[in-house]
């Protein structure tokens, strides 16, 4: 079972008008938010603020980067999973699995 969330520190209207489709606050204040890539991809962007992110990954669709976002616990997890890219270490792991992870700088 995850960790209570906190309410997310932007108004709905905002976070929509950023383009982010799902959102939620860990209990530190880290806002994790989930928008459109492009037609079927998506991203879970991390730590947003008003000004942009800290972070992405990728995903092969919204719905897994929801899935990946919703089931994060801070608590036992590193970094969220099924990503397929983490662009800024060049690390990527095809269909998601962490036991093909390799770099592509």
Known sequence: MLHQDLPVP?????LRSWGYTHWRCLPDGTV?????????????FWDVHQAGYQDFYCYDSVELAVQGMMSFDPARDKEPVGWHRHASTGRRRPAGDASKEYINM
Request: hydrophobic share 45%; proline share 6%.
């Open 10 to 14: 932007f108004a709905e209207n905002d």
């Open 32 to 44: 994790l938010a989930v928008g459109p890539m492009s037609i079927s991809n998506g991203r879970l």
